[in-house]
């Protein structure tokens, strides 16, 4: 199940694909990478095979590569591992929001039913 087919970062549409091969990113081992952004052509690139949730935090991560490089962190001396730490607690936030509100909405809807 595709998540979505584009997003737009700071009115710049990204375009979101799924694949079932390995998803490469120069430098890593194929095997260890669930979704890669890639600035050049405005994709984002996710592991067809994960569940909704995992998907869903991966394609979170990803948009937070997508929002530092519309910003122009590309262009500072941001290494690669304080931008994982910013995209990984940026998504990690945003999954535990979506998490809270679809259990208070989920919570009321029975309860009006009740």
């Not at 091969?21 to 600035?39: A, C, I, R, S, T």
């Not at 405005?42 to 095979?49: E, G, P, Q």
Request: charged letters at 25%; a neutral charge.
């Amino acid at each position: 199940m595709t998540l979505v087919a584009r997003v737009k970062v700071f009115g710049q549409t990204v375009r979101v694909f799924e694949t079932s091969d390995k998803v490469e990113k120069h430098g890593f081992d194929p095997e260890h990478v669930n979704g890669v952004f890639d600035p050049e052509h405005n994709i984002i690139v996710l592991k067809s095979n994960l569940k909704h949730r995992e998907k869903f935090r991966i394609f979170l991560h990803e948009v937070g590569h997508a929002l530092l490089s519309r910003l122009g962190m590309h262009n500072t001396t941001l290494g690669h591992n304080l931008e994982e730490l910013i995209v990984d607690s940026y998504a990690t936030l945003l999954v535990e929001a979506f998490e809270i509100e679809l259990k208070h909405k989920l919570k009321s809807a029975r309860q009006s039913h009740d």
